[in-house]
């Protein structure tokens, strides 16, 4: 089916018609016909738009780890008002004066949000892990869930601390199974996701960062969950063949080897001087519909799933998978998602430019 893109930027017109539709739309009964799932939502302590819940279970044989992420291609259909907002927009932008979210907050806030006690439509990525975290299996099928609670990370990490709490147990073994699937990629020559020794944080494209207020253990819970399922779901689509939205990632010819580059990552003591050496020798991270892999994380493939709320690349996915699990066609062609993935680039690209 023909995309066609929008102009750069939506309308106050169409937004107000796409605000109209979202609080039009209803969560239909069929919904609920599907296998309700267990879990529970960590955010900062005044997200509204949750798109992600987790569940761990240990077994015999290591952990079975669940991400369950709100389905919003249920609701926001190819072609309709509210697809094209979406697609004008292309992710939701936090500012210091407030969010300028990609869908309507109708959607984005409520009828889309795993919002505590409410039951939301999702789509569930059930990962089995063996006891060195590394992935044995994964299962991608529709779900529903009421989310059992909605957490800050800051009280995970007192919950942690109390052992009578009703989800101590639950939240900390989510917090040892983040700890080794983190050790396990670092084992792997992971580059992305992790502190360098004077503290600076360097993110999944090995760009460097500075961590704003105080860190908390369960940021690390999330970053490892939400990791382990978008890399599960592009083995899945690889391992399939199927054409998807992959966030690809390279090394440019001048950089040294991947040992080197951890070393420096190791030994560097100046945030500059580590932010200049790795832009220098690293590319920016880009989506295609042709598999590339992902150097910082040191990952054959890689895609963004987990927050379909807010980012348009994880939408599209989403209808690309659920159009596989219902056998259905695919919902794009190739010159469709590369047409798709330059725009989204341009967009970010006039991001980063505005002053």
Same mark, same amino acid.
């Not at 992420?69 to 936090?94: F, H, N, P, Q, W």
């Not at 147990?169 to 199974?177: F, G, K, M, N, T």
């Given at each position: 089916?023909?995309?066609?893109?929008? %102009?750069a930027?939506?309308s106050s017109?169409?937004w107000?018609?796409?605000?109209?539709?979202?609080?039009?739309?209803?969560?239909?009964?069929?919904?609920?016909?599907?296998?309700?799932v267990?879990?529970?939502?960590?955010?900062?302590?005044?997200?509204?738009? #949750?798109?992600?819940?987790?569940?761990?279970e240990a077994?015999?044989?290591?952990?079975?780890a %669940?991400?369950?992420i709100?389905d919003v291609s249920? #609701?926001?259909?190819?072609?309709?008002?509210? @697809?094209?907002?979406?697609? %004008?927009?292309?992710?939701?932008?936090?500012? %210091?004066?407030?969010?300028?979210?990609?869908?309507?907050?109708?959607l984005?806030? @409520?009828?889309?949000?795993?919002?505590?006690?409410?039951?939301?439509?999702?789509?569930?990525?059930?990962?089995?892990?063996?006891?060195?975290?590394e992935?044995?299996?994964?299962?991608?099928?529709?779900?529903?869930?009421?989310?059992?609670?909605?957490?800050?990370?800051e009280?995970?990490?007192?919950?942690c601390?109390?052992?009578?709490?009703?989800?101590?147990e639950?939240?900390?073994?989510?917090?040892s199974?983040?700890?080794?699937?983190?050790?396990?990629?670092r084992s792997q020559g992971?580059?992305? =996701?992790r502190?360098?020794?004077?503290g600076f944080w360097?993110?999944e494209? =090995?760009?460097?960062?500075?961590?704003e =207020?105080k860190?908390?253990?369960?940021?690390?819970i999330i970053?490892?969950?939400m990791?382990?399922a978008?890399?599960?779901v592009?083995h899945?689509?690889?391992?399939?063949?199927?054409l998807?939205l992959?966030?690809n990632?390279t090394?440019?010819?001048?950089a040294?080897?991947?040992e080197?580059?951890m070393?420096?990552?190791?030994t560097?003591?100046s945030?500059?001087?580590?932010r200049?050496?790795l832009?220098?020798w690293?590319?920016?991270?880009?989506? =295609?519909?042709?598999?590339?892999g992902?150097?910082?994380?040191?990952?054959?493939?890689?895609?963004?799933?987990?927050?379909?709320?807010r980012?348009?690349?994880?939408?599209l996915?989403h209808r690309?998978?659920?159009?596989?699990i219902?056998?259905q066609?695919?919902?794009y062609?190739k010159?469709?998602?590369?047409?798709?993935?330059?725009?989204?680039?341009?967009m970010m690209q006039?991001?980063?430019?505005?002053?």
């Amino acid at each position: 089916m023909a995309t066609s893109l929008p %102009s750069a930027n939506s309308s106050s017109k169409a937004w107000a018609a796409a605000s109209t539709e979202a609080e039009a739309l209803t969560l239909p009964d069929t919904l609920w016909q599907r296998p309700q799932v267990e879990g529970v939502t960590i955010d900062g302590p005044t997200s509204r738009d #949750l798109d992600d819940a987790i569940h761990l279970e240990a077994t015999a044989t290591g952990a079975i780890a %669940s991400v369950h992420i709100a389905d919003v291609s249920e #609701l926001v259909t190819v072609g309709s008002t509210l @697809d094209k907002v979406a697609l %004008s927009r292309t992710r939701t932008r936090y500012l %210091s004066r407030g969010n300028v979210p990609m869908l309507p907050p109708a959607l984005s806030e @409520d009828k889309l949000s795993l919002l505590g006690g409410q039951p939301r439509p999702t789509m569930t990525i059930r990962v089995t892990l063996n006891h060195q975290a590394e992935i044995q299996t994964t299962d991608i099928f529709e779900s529903w869930i009421v989310s059992a609670k909605r957490f800050s990370y800051e009280q995970v990490d007192q919950v942690c601390q109390q052992p009578t709490h009703p989800f101590y147990e639950q939240l900390q073994q989510c917090q040892s199974w983040a700890e080794r699937l983190n050790q396990e990629r670092r084992s792997q020559g992971a580059i992305g =996701g992790r502190f360098n020794a004077a503290g600076f944080w360097v993110d999944e494209n =090995g760009a460097v960062m500075v961590p704003e =207020g105080k860190l908390f253990h369960a940021q690390m819970i999330i970053q490892e969950f939400m990791i382990l399922a978008n890399r599960a779901v592009a083995h899945w689509f690889a391992e399939r063949d199927v054409l998807a939205l992959y966030r690809n990632h390279t090394a440019r010819t001048i950089a040294p080897e991947r040992e080197q580059i951890m070393q420096a990552l190791l030994t560097t003591g100046s945030m500059e001087l580590i932010r200049q050496k790795l832009q220098n020798w690293l590319n920016k991270a880009e989506y =295609g519909p042709t598999l590339v892999g992902h150097f910082a994380l040191n990952l054959t493939a890689y895609c963004h799933f987990t927050s379909p709320i807010r980012r348009l690349a994880d939408l599209l996915n989403h209808r690309i998978v659920k159009a596989l699990i219902r056998e259905q066609p695919h919902p794009y062609r190739k010159f469709e998602l590369e047409q798709l993935c330059q725009y989204i680039a341009t967009m970010m690209q006039e991001d980063e430019e505005e002053p």
